[in-house]
């Protein structure tokens, strides 16, 4: 997404190869993370009061498989390199900002509706020769500029935690990668 409103970034070095380290996100679980499985919980409080469901007793899922079943869609994937996943919705919304289904990322970079946003987030991997660069980056695009207010006012809310969950992420991507064979 080339064009965008907001953006992240965040990086960390493992000490370990690509493979490894690609394997090490792959398996990673919200056991791994339980700073972010905390954040996530707080995050679906609104959906859940509106009488809407959780998931709930996915600690030991592997993190990727759960974004996928929560609307994140794979939009580019390069195995050992990187993965780039898309998202679309009203994420501001308390209620009813259930994603927009989408298949791939065609029908992301294709869709404009308004009153959505455009996230796009991604994992990158690069050799150094101390191991891997992990990095995360996000980008969001609003569909019209409604929504870009609304948006804006909701990311300065909820950014500091969007944060927080990449960092604590790579980290724990990091431990388990470095974690030595058994």
């Known amino acids: 997404m080339p064009v965008f409103e907001q953006h992240e970034r965040h990086e960390i070095l493992v000490r370990a190869d690509c493979d490894r380290t690609w394997a090490a996100l792959g398996a990673l679980t ?17 959906k859940v009061i509106s009488g809407g469901r959780r998931s709930g007793g996915e600690t030991r899922r592997p993190v990727l498989e759960i974004l996928e ?15 780039l996943y898309g998202l679309i919705g009203p994420f501001w919304k308390l209620a009813g900002n259930t994603p927009v289904p989408i298949a791939d990322g065609e029908e992301f970079i294709a869709f ?36 870009r207010e609304k948006f804006r006012r909701y990311w300065l809310v909820v950014r500091p935690g969007s944060n927080l969950v990449r960092v604590l992420w790579l980290r724990a991507v ?8 058994v």
């Open 69 to 83: 079943r929560e609307g994140f869609v794979p939009i580019h994937d390069e195995p050992g390199a990187s993965r």
């Open 112 to 147: 404009d509706r308004p009153g959505n946003a455009k996230v796009a987030f991604d994992f990158r991997l690069d050799p150094t020769p101390a191991g891997t660069r992990l990095s995360t980056e996000t980008r969001i695009k609003t569909t019209d500029a409604a929504s």
């Open 174 to 181: 990091k431990r388990r990668a470095e974690r030595p064979s």
């Open 30 to 46: 919200l056991a791994d993370m339980p700073g972010v499985a905390l954040l996530l919980g707080l995050r679906a409080l609104p």
